[in-house]
């Protein structure tokens, strides 16, 4: 298989979506609202850390395909600028959402377990799909990764259901989170030149082609858990394309202060 530039950025995509989601719920780490969350919410970040890990040394390894460079995880992880990396936006936001008065408020789980939720869920679609990615490296990182992406889509609807059908108070947080985070996962679905020529390549979907089904998964669960679905919105937000929320250099001004402190050091 011939590496192409779009192939390259469709992994980066998927590594850097990953990493800033997994970064993002280590900050439950030691805060978690119950013992079991705190481990849980650890557990996955580490899972989506080693989804990233692997999928960054794909990346090297096509990079130095097309370029001649030898990069590693590191090198992408902790010495890119802002403007270089591709998640979603949605991964990038805070915990704390539309129920918070500043910027310093506590952190709101029912924030969390929506993201995870919309997030997982479309996750363990693109896996299954990319399991038949002609890009062999790529189909075995989605085998590993769509056992851990199924737990993820159990615990997060587990709650879910459990905010939504609870307490007035729980529903009500619940809903506001859905409510807040819904809107940002039209970017999930908006096609463009890269996504098109990969699947002209055979290497991944359409993810235009899996929302009919992911909407019918967040669906079901919604309504399990007594959840209204919002309304669509027509903004599209462009974090896949490098143009990131406010919020993003805050995450990255943690995430690499050590490595860019101590450039080259090991432990």
């Given at each position: 298989m011939n590496t192409t530039p779009d192939h390259l950025q469709y992994v980066l995509r998927l590594a850097d979506t990953a990493l800033i989601l997994g970064q993002r719920n280590t900050e439950w780490c030691g805060h978690g609202p119950i013992l079991e969350e705190d481990i849980a919410l650890s557990n996955m970040s580490l899972d989506l850390i080693g989804q990233a890990r692997l999928l960054y040394t794909h990346a090297a390894s096509l990079e130095q395909q097309l370029t001649g460079k030898s990069r590693t995880e590191d090198d992408y992880a902790y010495f890119r600028a802002e403007r270089e990396f591709a998640n979603y936006t949605l991964v990038e936001l805070p915990h704390y959402g539309p129920l918070s008065a500043t910027a310093q408020a506590e952190k709101d789980y029912a924030v969390t377990i929506v993201r995870n939720f919309l997030y997982s869920t479309l996750m363990a679609h693109l896996w299954t799909a990319l399991m038949q990615s002609k890009d062999t490296q790529l189909a075995a990182i989605?085998?590993?990764?769509?056992?851990?992406?199924?737990?993820?889509?159990?615990?997060?609807?587990?709650?879910?259901?459990?905010?939504?059908?609870?307490?007035?108070?729980?529903?009500?947080?619940?809903?506001?989170?859905?409510?807040?985070?819904?809107?940002?996962?039209?970017?999930?679905?908006?096609?463009?030149?890269?996504?098109?020529?990969?699947?002209?390549?055979?290497?991944?979907?359409?993810?235009?082609?899996?929302?009919?089904?992911?909407?019918?998964?967040?669906?079901?669960?919604?309504?399990q858990a007594t959840l209204a679905l919002p309304e669509p919105v027509k903004h599209i937000t462009t974090g896949k394309h490098g143009e990131h929320s406010e919020h993003m250099g805050f995450v990255l001004a943690e995430m690499q202060s050590l490595a860019r402190q101590h450039p080259g050091a090991t432990w």
């Open positions: 989605a085998a590993k990764s769509i056992k851990e992406t199924s737990y993820h889509v159990h615990h997060a609807s587990e709650w879910l259901i459990r905010f939504g059908d609870g307490t007035d108070e729980s529903h009500r947080r619940a809903q506001a989170a859905l409510d807040y985070l819904m809107p940002y996962t039209r970017e999930f679905f908006s096609t463009d030149a890269v996504e098109e020529a990969v699947a002209a390549a055979g290497i991944g979907p359409l993810s235009a082609d899996l929302e009919s089904a992911w909407l019918d998964d967040v669906r079901a669960t919604l309504e």
